[in-house]
């Protein structure tokens, strides 16, 4: 049987394209049920998918403790970066995933492309760091798939976990091998060597489906 989150802490990423709402809802509604007062949603404040998650989080009324969110302020990105301002999303995906550490990663889209683009970039940050990724790429929140990292480019994966271990120094003061030891006794050689088999995806045992 897969196993139950331990502390359910879900982080909600998608396409700014999403046209199924109804999908984040159920899928949000499923683990609400399971989890009651314990679920942590965490979500960016994107057009699509992140929006329906945010939309969510008020209807049902949870509190910043509960509901964490993380939006870009687009304008204020041009005006400072003109030329590097698109990077900030891929930034937020970053501080999301370090500072509130989810233990699954729900991610809506019907076109990913593991080559580039936000989602995946957001899917491929968390893998690295040993947080599995259910992708639901219709309306049934349960008619998805587990994402492994052999999906996604040598090079680009290469790339992100630079990316990761300098913006852990940057949020935490200490290189993001230590901090995955201390959360969960995962290094870059275990991350590089996973293999899939269920109910094991890249070597961590898969939650409950959405």
């Known amino acids: 049987m897969p196993r139950m989150l331990e502390t359910p802490r879900v982080l909600i990423s998608g396409s700014r394209l999403w046209p199924w709402d109804v999908a984040v809802d159920q899928a949000l509604d499923r683990l ?19 929006l329906a998650a945010h939309r969510w989080c008020g209807r049902h009324r ?3 403790d509960r509901h964490r969110c993380y939006p870009v302020d687009w304008a204020a990105e041009r005006r400072r970066h003109p030329t ?34 936000g989602t995946s970039n ?17 309306p049934d929140p349960v008619g998805g798939q587990w994402l492994h990292l052999d999906l996604f480019p040598a090079r680009r994966v290469a790339e992100t976990w ?49």
């Open 84 to 117: 590097t301002w698109r990077r900030a999303g891929h930034d937020r995906n970053t501080s999301m995933l370090l500072r509130e550490w989810p233990e699954l990663v729900v991610a809506f889209h019907h076109q990913l492309d593991v080559r580039s683009g």
């Open 32 to 50: 609400l049920d399971r989890y009651r007062e314990r679920l942590t949603v965490i979500e960016g404040r994107a057009r699509g998918a992140d």
């Open 162 to 210: 630079r990316d990761l271990t300098e913006w852990a120094v940057v949020l935490h003061g200490r290189p993001l091998e230590d901090l995955l030891a201390a959360r969960s006794g995962i290094g870059r050689s275990d991350v590089a060597s996973r293999s899939a088999s269920p109910p094991v995806v890249d070597g961590v045992e898969l939650p409950d489906l959405p």
């Open 122 to 138: 957001m899917c491929l940050k968390a893998l690295l760091v040993g947080v599995p990724v259910w992708l639901v790429t219709g």
């Open 62 to 64: 949870l509190g910043p």
